[in-house]
């Protein structure tokens, strides 16, 4: 299609979840308490390892880093798909379409390679214990975490700047509850050819180089195990890498049902969708505290103080009502 039979699109329709009209308070309900779910328990965890100076340490160091990246990864779509279903007005213009894929790409990116920090730093812990604070010093903690988010950066940067130089004619019509880059790129009445070589590619080797240190972390871990089992072995390296390795199963899980293993896009990718972009956020604190001893202790302690600063804000109206 030349130049002259195309007209620039404004704005964009998600079509949302596939629901009934009759449904769609329930269903706002639903997603609203599990995205308050997500912000304040992502927000516990980051305030308890704030403050208990027994959770500064590497592993809650990367912990609290994750958790601000489940926020912002759930905010960057649930939202728009609240006030979407509230106000049934699907539109979203077409500058905060590409605004919103940036930001879904960089903190999904961010939430790949925090995940396999962690698996390393897991590997370090079980395998080389007694190096494990030589190894895992700050400076290295620091330098991971700080190219997890360059790294993001220039990836979500690279295929939004592809993005842009797209055109889109007609069709504005988006099949899905958010701006996903699959189902933007097929909008286009432009060449795709260079989006999706990049998407393969640099793509690829982005979501799958974190995805070879996670499995070869575990894979050594295990082989270590093997090595000379044990019960006492077994029980410190399922309570160690218990939380991470579900957390990984559940993100890496619902990323393969949406991207991998579906032919054509449909709602079943939409719910898997909803899996890794608003449940999976929602269920990390909950994974990383309900089996951690240190955490319990750390929200016990946060109680006790909050109780003790009460019982002493009162006491003095207490002995006043008293006099």
């Known amino acids: 299609m030349g130049p002259e039979n195309q007209s620039r699109v404004s704005e964009f329709f998600l079509l949302g979840l596939p629901m009934r ?5 329930g269903f706002f309900t ?20 704030k403050l208990d100076s027994r959770l500064h340490t590497p592993m809650y160091f990367f912990l609290s880093h994750l958790a601000f990246s489940d926020i912002s990864l759930s905010s960057v779509t649930v939202p728009k798909m609240l006030t979407n279903m509230r106000i049934q007005q699907q539109s979203i213009s077409y500058v905060g379409c590409i605004a919103q894929m940036y930001f879904f790409m960089f903190f999904g990116g961010l939430d790949n390679f925090l995940l396999a920090v962690m698996a390393y730093d897991r590997y370090v812990a079980i395998c ?7 190894i895992m010093r700050e400076g290295l903690c620091v330098l991971l975490v700080a190219g ?7 990836n979500a940067l690279l295929h939004t700047l592809l993005l842009v130089r797209l055109s889109f004619c007609a069709d504005n019509t988006i099949t899905h509850f958010f701006c996903d880059l ?19 590619t640099e793509g690829g080797i982005f979501l799958f180089l974190p995805l070879g240190v996670v499995l070869g972390s575990y894979v050594r871990i295990v082989m270590i195990i093997l090595r000379v089992p044990s019960t006492k072995r077994l029980f410190k390296a399922f309570s160690t890498c218990g939380s991470h390795l579900l957390v990984v199963f559940l993100y890496y899980g619902t990323l393969a049902g949406v991207y991998l293993f579906s ?16 449940v999976s956020p929602m269920l990390n604190p909950f994974i990383y505290s309900l089996r951690n ?15 003790i600063c009460k019982w002493q804000s009162l006491n003095p109206l207490i002995a006043v009502r008293s006099k």
């Not at 997890?148 to 220039?154: D, E, K, M, P």
């Not at 709602?267 to 608003?278: E, F, L, Q, R």
Request: with cysteine; charged share 15%.
């Open 21 to 25: 009209p009759g449904q769609q308070r």
């Open 30 to 49: 639903l997603f609203l308490g599990m995205y308050l779910t997500t912000v304040l328990g992502n927000l516990l965890i980051i305030l308890l390892i």
């Open 128 to 134: 080389h214990p007694l190096h494990y604070t030589t």
């Open 148 to 154: 997890s988010w360059i790294v993001s950066f220039v």
């Open 182 to 200: 699959t189902v933007f790129l097929r909008l286009s009445c432009s060449d795709i050819s260079l989006n999706d070589l990049v998407i393969f």
């Open 263 to 278: 032919s054509a896009w449909d709602s079943k990718d939409i719910i898997a969708s909803v899996m890794y972009t608003v």
């Open 293 to 307: 001893t240190d955490i319990k202790q750390a929200l016990e302690m946060c109680i006790r103080r909050v109780n």
